[in-house]
């Protein structure tokens, strides 16, 4: 055994003679020996595994923010202090439900959102860990694709990206000046709705946009709101919350905006947002209440009712970054404790329903949707695989066995040769896709790459036949806007045939797959979908005001709905732009 000599110290005053030396290490050695063993015997936690397993071992813990790459605003102070690099062609929105966007391949980041990088694990000390937040930029933030920073070499396609652009400021000034300050602007009417879903909570549209007018380079309108959070969002209001809008829209909107620009006054809020939804798990089993008192903490939740599966499964991007930002791991336990309990339970045909007890943790119905009520529960879970640079391996099984009971279940074929995902009523199909469910082609088309190596093109098919179906669904109506939802039965195809079901309030979806589909094939169809909806919206939807919703797309004559909705600007016009 040699010892190296320290400088300054004499071989005598290293203290020890080599006997004791041999004694003392052989100590040591067998104390450090028994402190890890006794670890692995310790409850099988989240936090100890990150600590001690290695990366492929790791049971996954991570996930990131349904984020898209960012266009880079040259003199930008704020983002080139937070050291982001970006350019067009890239999104962020952490939320993914009335989605994000991501660019993957081609997810980008959408998600990106929607998006991709994880963590959270860098609270419990770890350096260089795969969950950082350096991580999550450096892995996230990838070059644009094209050339010349994503700007496009052909006129027609620059004209295009600044019509959207234009409908964007369009749609901003018109709820500056009618309704700064409120939820969302009434275009008819000329004044602000608040409504109540928000418990309280002021300004959607404006936090909601953030990432929108950044990426578009609205710069003036991107500090106005940026102003407007630091002065007047005040996060201490008093009334009952949908936990999964405020999640969506607040705090997926601040934690976007934060990643692209590094401004403070976003990590201050968002942090300060995401500790009021805490109680929100305070039930028998942790699965949270979909309703919450941000407030007085109270609750508008009877013990009879139910939890939604796309509420409670549409929180894991958002608060695995919370854990993140704040260094405090209890914000991903919530979440993870989720997934556990979801394993755990037993799976009809190995499909998930949407209503869940949280109180017993058992199924209260077997009804199952891709659509309204599941939805981005399955976004999640393929979001969270992707950002997390593919280590979180509880979500890639979780999804992809998902993926194959959907497609065993649910997945039909029309007469006419469309694709379609119907809905599964205790093993009855009813033969209705909504317009919400219209996201699943983009969604299908990102996890292609990740799955069994014989199912990539078969993803990536069936992920083009959900998307072709849902652009017929608006090119079999009068505007060449989708209907909210649309049947295949009693000779329909594609087409609404109750009067419920005939309006359009400005939702992103159908744009969004066209978003992915084009990123991920480069098939030029995608783009002029897209654009076809661009000529619909202004030629139906926009009003003196602003943009409306319309409540019938079959009529020719168009009767409006008097609300321009938060997600038609950070959503349907910025997956518009991103197509371009």
């Known amino acids: ?6 400088p300054g110290v004499s071989a005598s005053g290293m203290g020890l003679r080599l006997s004791q030396k041999f004694v003392f290490l052989l100590f ?3 104390l450090v020996t028994l402190c890890f063993g006794a670890l692995f015997f310790l409850p099988d936690t989240m936090r100890l595994k990150r600590i001690f397993l290695s990366k492929n071992e790791n049971p996954a813990v991570t996930v990131g923010s349904d984020n898209v790459l960012s266009k880079k605003v040259p003199g930008d102070p704020e ?9 067009e062609g890239a999104t962020v929105k952490l939320k993914v439900s009335r989605k994000p966007s991501v660019t993957h391949g081609a997810r980008t980041v959408e998600r990106s959102v929607g998006s991709r990088r ?3 694990a860098a609270q419990n000390g770890q350096r260089g860990s795969a969950y950082s937040y350096e991580t999550f930029k450096k892995c996230l933030l990838k070059p644009p694709l094209g050339k010349n920073k994503g700007t496009p070499s052909d006129s027609e396609t620059l004209q295009r990206r600044e019509k959207v652009k234009e409908m964007m400021k369009f749609a901003w000034d018109n709820y500056k000046r009618y309704a700064w300050g409120k939820n969302e602007l009434r275009p008819l009417t000329k004044n602000g709705h608040i409504g109540n879903m928000f418990g309280g909570l002021r300004g959607a549209s404006i936090v909601d946009s953030l990432d929108t007018l950044y990426i578009m380079g609205l710069m003036e309108e991107y500090e106005e709101a940026k102003e407007w959070i630091q002065d007047n969002l005040d996060l201490n209001s008093n009334g009952e919350a949908s936990l999964f809008e405020v999640n969506i829209r607040y705090v997926g909107g601040l934690l976007s905006a934060y990643y692209l620009t590094g401004a403070e006054i976003f990590k201050q809020k968002v942090l300060e947002l995401g500790e009021k939804l805490l109680p929100a798990f305070n039930t028998p089993t942790g699965i949270p209440r979909g309703v919450i008192n941000l407030g007085s903490w109270s609750w508008g939740w009877a013990s009879a009712g139910s939890s939604i599966l796309a509420e409670f499964g549409t929180l894991h991007l958002e608060f695995v970054h919370l ?3 704040s260094r405090n791991p209890l914000f991903t336990e919530k979440v993870m404790n989720i997934r556990k309990l979801l394993n755990k339970i037993e799976k009809p045909h190995g499909l998930y329903p949407n209503f869940l007890s949280p109180v017993s943790g058992n199924w209260v119905q077997h009804h199952v949707s891709i659509g309204g009520l599941g939805d981005s ?11 997390s640079d593919k280590m979180d391996q509880e979500a890639q099984k979780m999804y992809y066995s998902a993926m194959e009971a959907i497609e065993a279940n649910l997945v039909q074929k029309s007469p006419g040769g469309l694709t379609y995902v119907a809905e599964w009523r205790g093993g009855i199909l009813d033969h209705k896709m909504g317009h919400l469910a219209c996201f699943s082609g983009g969604m299908i088309g990102i996890g292609a790459d990740d799955g069994p190596a014989e199912q990539k093109q078969h993803y990536l098919d069936l992920a083009a036949e959900i998307t072709h179906t849902c652009h017929e669904s608006y090119s079999r109506s009068a505007t060449k806007l989708g209907p909210e939802a649309f049947r295949f039965d009693a000779g329909a195809e594609a087409t609404a045939t109750r009067l419920s079901d005939r309006y359009y309030i400005l939702r992103p979806e159908v744009i969004e797959s066209y ?11 995608y783009r002029e979908w897209g654009w076809e909806a661009v000529e619909a ?3 139906h939807c926009r009003v003196e005001a602003g943009f409306s919703g319309i409540r019938d797309v079959y009529a020719s004559t168009v009767s409006h709905d008097n609300m321009q909705q938060s997600f038609f600007l950070s959503e349907t016009l910025k997956f518009n732009n991103e197509s371009r």
């Open 28 to 30: 040591l050695s067998g």
């Open 1 to 6: 055994m040699v010892f190296r000599k320290l």
């Open 323 to 325: 854990s993140e930002l």
């Open 515 to 525: 978003m992915y589909m084009w990123r991920l094939t480069h098939d030029p169809k």
């Open 118 to 120: 994880v963590t959270s």
């Open 537 to 539: 919206l202004e030629k």
């Open 79 to 87: 983002h080139q202090r937070a050291g982001l690099k970006g350019g």
């Open 377 to 387: 529960f399955y976004e999640y879970l393929i979001k969270s695989f992707l950002m």
